[in-house]
């Protein structure tokens, strides 16, 4: 059974950047597609970005498209959200996710907050 854990959230002031990691336990990681979705209170969670399991394909919400870099270094059993430009509605709780045709697995969730 794999599990994730997230971390790197925090608070930041507009502009900033951090990095988000998401550290895998268990043998499967290579194998899984990965991906971060984020959450505001009282909305439905949402997609930003995944990355496949070699690490070669990548996917983006428009949202995060150009500001947010997803990557993934399978010795180490972790993937990386990288989030430049950000903004006061980039505040959420994320969340990283593996799968192969579904997102079955979760972490527990980072929260990053931007400040205006």
């Known amino acids: 059974q794999v599990r994730l854990v997230e971390s790197g959230g925090g608070l930041v002031q507009a502009g900033g950047s951090l990095r988000l990691s998401c550290a895998a336990s268990g043998r499967t990681f290579s194998t899984l597609r990965m991906g971060w979705f984020r959450q505001v209170s009282g909305k439905e969670r949402e997609f930003v970005a995944s990355i496949n399991w070699s690490g070669l394909t990548t996917n983006y919400a428009d949202s995060a498209k150009g500001r947010f870099t997803i990557s993934r270094d399978n010795a180490k059993n972790t993937a990386y959200l990288q989030m430049n430009s950000l903004k006061p509605e980039d505040t959420a709780v994320y969340y990283c996710?593996?799968?192969?045709?579904?997102?079955?697995?979760w972490g527990q969730g980072t929260q990053v907050t931007v400040s205006s």
């Open positions: 996710a593996g799968g192969v045709a579904a997102w079955p697995i």
